[in-house]
T-cell receptor
Framework: GAVVSQHPSWVICKSGTSVKIECRSL??????MFWYRQFPKQSLMLMAT?????????EQGVEKDKFLINHASLTLSTLTVTSAHPEDSSFYIC?????????FGPGTRLTVL | DQQVKQNSPSLSVQEGRISILNCDYT??????FLWYKKYPAEGPTFLIS?????DKNEDGRFTVFLNKSAKHLSLHIVPSQPGDSAVYFC?????????????FGAGTTVTVRA
């Protein structure tokens, strides 16, 4: 139980385009999901907390207009990187909360050319 | 400001020996600590946790020790196996209603040599 999936697992896009990443809890409902990004050999950096039915809460320094989060249902949260630039290239990981614990998705590798 | 620190970026250990991973934290409000294991291009998987009311928690080959006064915890893996080769993240949070945010350390890459 407590399986979290992400789609796509990797994506390459051109600079200036927008990319949507989906995070799904497959066998449980999650009112809270989190979005992280990880740079090579660095820690997971929390970007935002996604709450079903309400606005996401962004961490300091994360641009909410650039990283749009939508948590429209209890099993799906989406992260849209708008007007992507090469510096947005990173590994994006989501997690969903079940029984008080975070369960992580497999991550999405974004490369912006 | 990094509230959870893993000062050893890497650790190499021979198969069958003990692996000891260290983690320090600065926020005295943290009262729940976790270790995650992560393979490249995958998400972290939960390994073991400990509450601040305990000083030790054991699960099979994995034991976590907590020293609250020193704000230090460690993960012991014994015996180490080749499949243990991965990046290990220490994480911490406060136990508060509906607040599940975690602060992560930078990770320690463990390599188990045959």
């Amino acid at each position: 139980g407590a399986v979290v999936s992400q789609h796509p697992s990797w994506v390459i896009c051109k600079s200036g385009t927008s990319v949507k990443i989906e995070c799904r809890s497959l066998d449980f409902q999650a009112t809270t999901m989190f979005w992280y990004r990880q740079f090579p050999k660095q820690s997971l950096m929390l970007m935002a907390t996604s709450n079903e039915g309400s606005k996401a809460t962004y961490e300091q320094g994360v641009e909410k207009d650039k990283f749009l989060i939508n948590h429209a249902s209890l099993t799906l949260s989406t992260l849209t990187v708008t007007s992507a630039h090469p510096e947005d290239s990173s590994f994006y990981i989501c997690s969903a909360v079940s029984r008080g614990e975070q369960f992580f998705g497999p991550g999405t590798r974004l490369t912006v050319l | 400001d990094q509230q959870v620190k893993q000062n050893s970026p890497s650790l190499s250990v021979q198969e069958g020996r003990i692996s000891i991973l260290n983690c320090d934290y600065t926020n005295s409000m943290f009262d729940y600590f976790l270790w995650y294991k992560k393979y490249p291009a995958e998400g972290p998987t939960f390994l073991i946790s400990i509450s601040s009311i305990k000083d030790k928690n054991e699960d099979g080959r994995f034991t976590v020790f907590l020293n609250k006064s020193a704000k230090h915890l460690s993960l012991h893996i014994v015996p180490s196996q080749p499949g243990d080769s991965a990046v290990y993240f220490c994480a911490a949070r406060r136990i508060r209603l509906n607040d599940y945010k975690l602060s992560f350390g930078a990770g320690t890459t463990v390599t188990v040599r045959a």
